[in-house]
């Protein structure tokens, strides 16, 4: 049981802000797309902006590392 | 660093104008800019003459550069006017009738001949269709005269339509009975040539035959329509074998034309260019009834120079002086200038606007922590030498100073650090290294040791976020309360860290009241100074640190999936299939591992880092000079 609650919270950590990441990344990747379109010369910083959500999965993996490690 | 500036004036007598800005164009060093006008003193208009001289040039130079674009790069000149030093100083008028003459001259004959060029490559790509037709059935073709009442029909089928040809023998077995030929032979490139062999009397009964099934005959080019493809061909084909020859002569006529007047040409476009700049300075000038006024700004390094250059040329009639030796504001521009080390960082700075006059160039510390943090994230022998091989193919193909060579000494760096952390974990593409080439971990094995890589990718993020706010606090040292609200930030975040150390076993009991006291002191001096609002900038320190955590997480996804790629390659039971697996699986986690870490080494450089002290919004140092073909600004 204690298993599962562990493999269930790491699996969570990682899935839901793997999700807001998709989310926030399809916002800003289409308006980056539309940037793009008329302005290439903002490529890169389309780029950056586009990672920058990702820090949201990022943390919730080490979260699910830090349950896994600790608790597991 | 930043160059530092000096604002300058150049004063002298209305006469010397053009002197002065010949002297100025030769030094390359002024970044021009208004002077402040008054009632006396009025920007110097071009005269009307000057303003039709310079639309007669702009129009001149787009015709040297068409010539100089249909000129061969190659061969005899072009080497020379690569090589032909700058003239110095502005073309004289003999200069532009010369010019004009010899653009008006060469132009006709250069575009003919690459007019010329191009309806034989044209002519010469239609022949070659009818090339396969004749190789085919050369023989049978060249004796077709002979047979004065016998009519020849080309057909080409395409592969796919290979069965019409049994339907087509038996049509005609059935109009002809035996009396006609028919040869097919496949072609090189899978259709099929048909060759018919008919008494001229039954013509017009294949023909309609022919017609009826859909098949049509190779139509004869224009210029052979008076004659059947039999006889066409033979005339086409020497016409194919001739046009190389008439292509090489026009080609040597224009080797010939580049080797007389290419360097002329380039000497040329650099005048008119040059012309152009000093006519599109002139708005810039002050000037009264009796002298005129430059200013700008120039490098403090090269003030005396400028100096020197003015007093040399134009006597002591005209004179330099330093009207701001210490210049704040935005409207100074910005120079970069790094040691050949560290220069090809600077693309990565130049990626964001230039950072303002007085503020910090980043591109030294870049140059330390971004192929650090990429190595740490790669962290692979194996995948750090297939990067350094490219960086250096990237680095041979490449001409010094562009930006793909920048790119590959940046790359370079990434590669050594990434091997350099590839010994430390003992990774070569992921865990092959250590199963099967005998590698151990230097540091820690980072599949097992995730907690002690989070704490080191964290203690990078510390050590990077604290330097920011040093920075942050050396960039605001203009205002007071901005600079003690950095300070008492990083001292939060330091003391802050220590109290934390303590907490979780890291640091001895015995730093604990330090820290905290000076946690409370440096909090509550932190809202005297800026409002209870710092916290949102305290708090995003603490979570910019955090952020660093990155680094452990994508260079474990990183490792994991080259193990995924070992282990797939092995759990194949036919070996060379297994490799190719493993091949297949390290070169997508290859892409990705070079990729993902370099967005997010810039992220954390973007973001978290400059965050704490980068100033955008400087103005390029645009000094007026001669024209140089790589920078293109006319």
Known sequence: ?72 | MILRMNKVRVLGPREQYPEALCVLQDTGVVHLTVPGLDGRLLPLRLSTWQERESGHLRRLLVDVEALLEALPTTGAGVGEASRAGHPGGLPARRDLTRWARLVSGLRPEVLGLRGEMAALAEEHALLSKYGPFLSTFGVILRSERAWPHIAAYHVILPAQEESAVAGLKTALVLVLGEGFALETRRLPGGDIALLMLVPEADALRVESLLAAAGVHEIPVPSGYEARSLAQALPRMMDRLESIPQELREREEELERLTALHRHELCNARRGLHDRLRTLGAMPLLGATQRVFVIEGWVPVAESDRLAESLATSLGGETALEVIDDHPRGEDVPVALRNPGFLRPFEIIVRLLPLPSYGTVDPTPLVAGFFPLFFGFMLGDVGYALVLAALALLLARRSTPGSLLRSVAAVAGTCAFWSLAFGVAFGEAFGNLGREHLGIHAVVFDREEALESLLLLAVAFGFVHILLGLALGVFTTRRHPREAAGRALTAGIVVAGVVALGVVVGYLPEIALLPAAGALVVALVALVAVEGVLAFVELLSAFGNILSYSRLMAIGTASMMLAVVANDLGSAVSVPVLGVFVAVLFHLVNFVLGVFSPTIHSLRLHYVEFFGKFYRPGGMPYRPFGHWDPGAGWT
């Open chain 1, 1 to 72: 049981m204690e298993l599962l609650a562990v493999t269930l919270g790491a699996a969570l950590a990682v899935g839901l802000t793997a999700l807001a990441t998709g989310w926030a990344q399809s916002k800003i990747g289409a308006a980056g797309a539309a940037t793009i379109a008329e302005r290439p010369e903002l490529t890169s910083t389309v780029i950056i902006m586009l990672a920058i959500p990702e820090t949201m999965l990022i943390l919730g993996f080490v979260v699910a590392v830090l349950i896994l490690t600790r608790v597991g």
